[in-house]
């Protein structure tokens, strides 16, 4: 067998794994858009009620 034979059935062996790892390293990136664009399955939490905590803990913080 030639050199270039042997190459040549070397990389026609390695492309089958090659081609298994870019589509599975290619799939989440892929995969981004099309999450994106469905804007149904954003859930959002309902929005605190402010207490004002924070402003005493920092007087109280200042004076001690």
Known sequence: MTRIAA???QTLRLLPR???V???LSAPVLA???M???A????EAPAL???GVGFVL???LQRG
């Open 7 to 9: 190459n040549t059935l």
């Open 18 to 20: 090659a081609a298994l």
């Open 22 to 24: 870019l589509v599975a």
């Open 32 to 34: 981004v858009p099309i």
């Open 36 to 38: 994106r664009a469905d």
């Open 40 to 43: 149904g399955s954003t859930i």
């Open 49 to 51: 009620r402010k207490s």
């Open 58 to 60: 920092l007087v109280s």
